[in-house]
């Protein structure tokens, strides 16, 4: 999933988180020291990487346990600096817009988690986690009794087809990609190219709803993973009645707890509660606070200084997927009573400097580009051991497989940057494939990361030409395959606990598309077989298949630059209640709020 770093946390996907369904580690809100200590933050982090739990029909059913000292009322203000990427469920992979979606929209099943960071996949509109048969090449979901979307609406399972067929059309480029894929093949749009909307459907034999209940999914490969693929923020549902395409990222309709009252892209976003949501059906949320006031355009330096304060309103408030500003973390962590309000965590993003192949195709320039780089500037910029660690390969700590010794570039040893070595390797390269186009976003950290990356590769002979990007619509613009960039920061985490949620994704060269998450545009051989391989394998095999195609990649291909594995640091203000780290989303629960005083 992808990172909104470029908002903290968008190649998230991730650069920032982005999206973000992703199983990282949790923390509760008791000032924990995260951050401290790199080797102790990275075994914990270790503890992410164990295989999620499906859940049956009595671990589906609702409500939601409550939490404890939970008080209702009053509107929680949130900040964030950058808008939001989309709104409509099918365009969401990036973590911010995967934060509001858990607010406004459900799906067949969920990510569930207990204050222990265990975590389950229920039944969300479905009333359990699903059934398989078939050796998992077929799934099965029953939807529960009494779901209805913001406009009194029943959700039947005429509505989880339209959700999947929509998938299908063109407009839709910016999401998840498994299930069409799965369903399908790579080529999935030939499959329905109207998306459905011109009345023709997929083939019972792929997709069958028999009924208003009953939703079946026919794969041609053994699909274990489906229940955790299901519960993504892409694939949450679109009522079919309701369903305005290009329109719906401005307007879309709730089945979750909240709905929207107002939307001013890039400005502002209210959420008022749904009247018609039905806490009995729902296993995983809560609807304790009236309503959320979102303030976008708000940098990250301010958000901190009025969270140390804490006056006012802002008593009221988080932060949505930003952090702690890196210059004011030792305010934030030599005052208790501040400290106090803080959650931290182990991220599952890898940050990386990604080139654009179609661009930069001299392997000479990648590597001397990767050893010039400076993560230890670059870290420092994002808060220093609380904002991140080197990251030496693909592969972050919260990965099954994750290989902390790995580290072909010599990253750990010279996380400054290696200049002699890059200064070697360019010699003899031609002065006008010295001259890189560099994006960015236009944030506060996007600024920092400029600086640091102009500072490191000009100290090597390049010459960076500088880029700015609306952070908003970062994913958007660099992942067009004809985009006119040689590279950009992004970040990558699993979207559930295995390789394949990291190689395939962001390797993969049946991916190479606009609105793909192949930002490399990486399409080799070697790379597409071992992938193949490794989907047909069982998980022990497949693990030193997955470790093959990260060293092949990284070390013979170079599509990117590994920077820094991210930690989360966030701070929201006292009267704030419920505050915990996440080990779904990997940022502040949003899901466990509540005000101590509304």
């Not at 390797?507 to 793909?516: F, I, L, N, P």
Request: glycine share 10%.
């Amino acid at each position: 999933m992808k990172s909104f770093s470029s908002r903290r946390a968008q190649a998230i996907v991730v650069a920032f988180a982005a999206g973000s369904l992703v199983l990282t580690g949790c923390s509760e809100n008791k000032g924990s020291n995260t951050g401290a200590d790199s080797k102790k933050d990275q075994k914990e982090a270790s503890v992410q990487s164990k295989a999620v739990t499906y859940a049956d029909a009595a671990g589906s059913t609702g409500p939601a346990e409550d939490i404890a000292g939970a008080q209702s009322g009053g509107t929680i203000t949130v900040y964030q600096e950058a808008g939001l990427s989309h709104l409509d469920p099918g365009q969401i992979y990036v973590s911010d817009a995967g934060q509001v979606a858990n607010l406004l929209f459900r799906r067949l099943t969920q990510f569930k988690e207990d204050d222990k960071g265990n975590v389950s996949v229920v039944g969300d509109l479905a009333t359990d986690s699903g059934k398989s048969s078939d050796g998992g090449k077929t799934w099965t979901f029953t939807l529960k009794d009494g779901i209805k979307d913001a406009k009194g609406n029943a959700i039947t399972s005429a509505d989880v087809r339209h959700t999947v067929e929509r998938l299908y059309a063109k407009f839709i480029f910016d999401g998840p990609t498994y299930l069409q894929n799965w369903l399908s093949g790579a080529k999935y749009r030939d499959a329905l190219p109207k998306g459905g909307f011109d009345g023709k459907h997929l083939p019972k034999s792929v997709l069958d709803t028999p009924d208003d209940k009953t939703v079946i999914f026919h794969f041609d490969t053994p699909r274990q993973d489906l229940p955790q693929t299901l519960a993504m923020a892409g694939y949450a549902i679109v009522p079919a009645k309701d369903d305005t395409k290009e329109k719906y990222d401005a307007a879309p309709v709730a089945t979750g707890p909240y709905k929207v009252q107002s939307y001013k892209n890039g400005k502002s976003l209210v959420l008022v509660k749904n009247t018609n949501w039905d806490p009995k059906t729902d296993a995983v949320r809560h609807q304790y606070v009236d309503g959320f006031n979102f303030q976008f355009g708000v940098t990250e330096s301010t958000q901190t200084k009025r969270l140390i304060a804490d006056q006012g309103n802002d008593k009221n408030a988080i932060q949505f997927t930003g952090g702690v500003e890196a210059t004011q973390i030792q305010d934030v962590i030599k005052n208790p009573a501040v400290n106090k309000r803080t959650v931290k965590g182990y991220q599952p993003y890898v940050m990386q400097l990604t080139f654009n192949l179609d661009r930069v195709k001299d392997l000479k320039v990648r590597q001397a580009i990767t050893y010039a780089l400076n993560s230890k500037s670059l870290i420092a910029g994002e808060g220093g051991v609380y904002g991140g660690d080197v990251a030496p390969n693909y592969f972050a700590p919260t990965l099954p497989g994750y290989e902390a010794g790995y580290d072909p570039y010599g990253r750990l040893k010279t996380p400054q940057g290696n200049i002699a070595k890059a200064k070697e390797i360019l010699k003899g390269v031609p002065a006008a494939e010295k001259k890189v186009v560099f994006a960015y976003g236009n944030t506060e950290n996007g600024q920092k990361r400029k600086v640091a990356i102009e500072d490191a590769l000009s100290k090597v002979g390049f010459d960076v030409v500088s880029k700015e990007v609306d952070s908003a619509s970062y994913y958007e613009q660099i992942g067009k395959v004809k985009n006119p960039y040689d590279m950009y920061v992004t970040g990558w985490g699993q979207d559930w606990p295995s390789p394949s949620t990291v190689v395939t994704p962001i390797y993969d060269g049946d991916q190479v598309a606009d609105g793909s998450s192949n930002y490399s545009h990486v399409n080799d051989p070697k790379v597409q077989a071992l992938i193949k391989k490794a989907l047909n394998e069982k998980p022990e095999q497949a693990a030193a298949t997955w470790k093959e195609a990260q060293h092949y990649l990284l070390e013979k291909v170079l599509p990117a630059a590994p920077l820094w594995y991210t930690k989360q640091f966030q701070l929201s203000g006292s009267n704030v209640g419920g505050a915990r780290y996440s080990s779904v989303s990997s940022l502040l629960d949003i899901n466990h709020l509540f005000l101590k005083k509304s």
